[in-house]
C-alpha cells in the first residue's frame, strides 16, 4: 500500500528557505502516469494548492507562488521535495504531499508536517 | 484562476438527516470535481471524483453530482462519523482550486 510521509523542519526564520520532503514507500515514484503534489493548509482555514510535477518532469505551480516554488523528485532516493523560498509568517502551515493520476484527483495525502515561519 | 464558491460554510444537522452542500465554479469545468472530507487533524480524504463516482470504500450514502459549474455534495443520512469539513477541489484547469469548505456539525 501507497505511503507518503512528509519531513523537515517545523521552525523556519523569516526570509530563509522552507525545504521539505515527502518520502514514498510502497510503490515507485516513477511507475505510472502520476502527478506529485504539495498541499499546505494554514492552521484554521482552508486548503490551497502549491504546485505539482509529473512523473515525466513537467511541473505547474501557483502563480500566486511561483517566484519562490521549486519541486522535484528524486527517483533515486523515491521522494519528492518543495523548496519555497523567502518565507513569511504568511507561510505557517500544515503542508502535505500527495499524489493523483493523470486527469485524477488526489486519492492519496501524507499525513501533512506543521511548519512555522518564526524568528 | 477558477474559483470555487461552497454553500453553505457551516451546517449543523442532526444524526439521520439528509445534507446537501453546494459548490459552484466560476467557469466550466466539466465533471473535473473532486469531494474531500477532512477530519480535525486528520489529511483530507477523497470521497467524490469526477463529479459522481464514489470512491472506492467511502459508504454510498455519500454522492455527488452535477456537471459545469454546478455541483452537489449529499450525505443521505447524517452519521456521527460525518463531522468533519467538507472541501470540492477542481482539477480542470491550472492552477488547481478549493473551495472554502464546510464545516458539518452534529446538533
Known amino acids: 500500500q501507497l505511503q507518503l510521509q512528509e519531513s523537515g523542519p517545523g521552525l523556519v526564520k523569516p526570509s530563509e528557505t522552507l525545504s521539505l520532503i515527502c518520502a514514498v514507500s510502497?510503490?515507485?515514484?516513477?511507475?505510472?502516469?502520476?502527478?506529485w503534489g504539495w498541499i499546505r493548509q494554514p492552521p484554521g482555514k482552508g486548503l490551497e494548492w502549491i504546485g505539482s510535477m509529473f512523473y515525466s518532469g513537467n511541473t505547474y505551480y501557483n502563480p500566486s507562488l511561483k517566484s519562490r516554488v521549486t519541486i522535484y523528485i528524486e527517483t533515486s532516493k523515491n521522494q519528492v521535495s518543495l523548496k519555497l523560498s523567502s518565507v513569511t509568517d504568511a507561510d505557517t502551515a500544515v503542508y502535505y504531499c500527495?499524489?493523483?493520476?493523470?486527469?485524477?484527483?488526489?486519492?492519496?495525502w501524507g499525513q501533512g508536517t506543521l511548519v512555522t515561519v518564526s524568528s | 484562476d477558477i474559483q470555487m464558491t461552497q454553500s453553505p460554510s457551516t451546517l449543523s444537522a442532526s444524526v439521520g438527516d439528509r445534507v446537501t452542500i453546494t459548490c459552484r465554479a466560476s467557469?466550466?469545468?466539466?465533471?473535473?470535481l473532486a469531494w474531500y472530507q477532512q477530519i480535525p487533524g486528520r489529511a483530507p480524504k477523497l470521497l467524490i471524483y469526477k463529479a459522481s463516482t464514489l470512491e472506492s470504500g467511502v459508504p454510498s450514502r455519500f454522492s455527488g453530482s452535477g456537471s459545469g459549474t454546478e455541483f452537489t455534495l449529499t450525505i443521505s443520512s447524517l452519521q456521527p462519523d460525518d463531522l468533519a469539513t467538507y472541501y470540492c477541489?477542481?482539477?480542470?484547469?491550472?492552477?488547481?482550486?478549493f473551495g472554502g469548505g464546510t464545516k458539518v456539525e452534529i446538533k
Open positions: 510502497g510503490g515507485s515514484i516513477s511507475s505510472g502516469s502520476y502527478y
Open positions: 500527495a499524489r493523483r493520476p493523470y486527469s485524477g484527483s488526489y486519492s492519496d
Open positions: 477541489h477542481q482539477h480542470h484547469s491550472y492552477p488547481l482550486t
Open positions: 467557469q466550466n469545468i466539466d465533471s473535473w
